[in-house]
């Protein structure tokens, strides 16, 4: 995925004008406070070592913050670490190479990658294009028939935008209990849902589960890399021993930042989610102009996967002559395992995603 | 290690006054352009991804510098990642599991609970104390009779601050071309030598060859977690690939004020030698006054390594009870491979170094 990125930026140092619909960079400004915090924090020297398993602070914030809704969860149960990375931890912690590992068609790359890192063996299962890729029962079945020792859920869903249901979600707890297999729910992108209701799978009672989480996307500042698990006493210590192997820990400054943003998150989100909303309509207007190609609109974040299989292109080739011919950056969706897709970003700056939308559907409209 | 920074933290916040002499995260002020272009970039919002392989800037600004020494080196034989997480990432993508990895005792941490992390079989040859822990051809003879897949170098050493010879380096690369073992050269404390010139593994052209570095101990930013590594271009391209899965990218405003650390690093690195030399004696000076107790003054950096077998307790031992009657925080020898042994960090704050170390003489001549 970050090929498109060095292949984009390279075209870029090199003068050519490129509409950045690739990667999940949101543009927007990350709120004030966290900004002067992180400045105020680097003034103060705050540039030393801090505690492996996260800045106490941060992890009492968020412990405090989770608990008022899940009031099981203590400080004990927060790690924190670069969200990526803990998807590597995880896997690498709870499985052992050769283990089946199983995660929904389209999906988040690094899945596969920290999957292929750990000599995993991965057991994919398609979601059906035409229902918006939503996961239903017979997916879960499906995925179970392999008796995974893990499996990857993810909603609200990278790169199909879908928000899973209550009732399967239940479906597939109940599957995991019965299985004893692991479970990461990757909630990323919870928090800004718009189109349907958030339900998160810290409503399960079950000591196989880890949730993990960002602060990139709500509050735009991934470059940040502080991301967080929700998980049994046991694996946050287990987290924590290999954060503090792996890298010791993360900066101070950067989570002194974020704590700041813990008390602003509700607000936040609810902002962000009415802008995400409103620009994922304009998207919808542009796209539709462009033929031969059909889309879902998504039930929350800022991604749209659309279908190019019509075109006659593969996604590869179509990526490569459209940043070539306009200089616009999109995602091939084998990157996510679904090779007839593009995932278009709509999280940059909305001058350049119109322009480069509009441009996109030029494109698509004149191939022959 | 960290574990005595948790527990010392943890009595600290209960209100007690705790002396720091654990760690190797430098209390100087690091320099001011590399925060304020720190801010500047935070100000500007690059709060985005970046490159995984490093920004594009930072890894030409090192490919500059060093090619001022080493001629053949270019931006393709530089990554940039933590120089911890490095460790973990080298030897992962350089070895299987089972592999046998040497390494020289006294060692940083880090190496043992990479090889453990990475299921390597660890050969380990302790060095002569009565010599200052410095590196012999009799030493590398023994390292070698295992065939080691992968041999760790750390000169100058942490925690010994010992330098090796140039003969003897040379000899261990000679050995290590006979058995195509790879070499991770460990030089993040090469910049802080002022009592015997540091010879860079550098100086030899061999394509199994890594060294690795950071920017934490010179600039005093060890909470920037931004190092870098030296090798062959496919190395790096490896390291590439391996950074954009573990975590992504780092952030670019850390790596943009270390953009503006590289072009003052003959002029810092001279300064902070003087400045150790000197902290160093007044160590001395203290611990001189210590009975029973034994050390070599360190060529290098900001480690006195100190051997304590002859008190009748044990590192840990040692260690629980100076901070637990005295508040001083020190670093067991075993976390090193040598159990006889504390590891003293005079890189903090001055007032608190002299006082925790006059407590530490003071709790050494009471023993009973």
Redesign the interface.
Known sequence: M?KV??RA?ELE?NGKTIFHLE?G?P?N??PGRI?NK??QS??E????????AGL?DLRQRIASYISNTYPFVTVKNVAIS?A??LI?QLLDMLCD?GDRVALFLPAFP?YF??C??TQMRIKSVVLDSNKGFILRKKDIDRAFESKPKLIFVNSANNPSGAVYDENVLEYLIDKAKRHRSWVISDETYASLAYKKEFFSMLNFSYERLAVISSFSKIY??????VGYAIAHESVIEKLSL?S???????????QEGLVQGVSIFDEFSDFMKKKYRITCRQCEQILKKAKRISFTVPDSAFYIFVNIGKLGLSDIQFSNRLLDTHGVAVTPGSSFGCPEYIRIAFCGDTKELKIGLNKLVYFVNNLT
């Open positions: 970050f990125l060095d930026s140092r990667l960079s543009k400004y990350p900004i992180t400045i680097l003034l020297t705050k540039v030393g070592y801090t505690s492996p106490p670069t990526n990375l590597f190479p690094t990658a920290a292929n890192y735009s500042v991934p470059g940040f890399r290999s503090s192997t792996l890298y010791s820990c993360l900066p101070i400054f950067t």
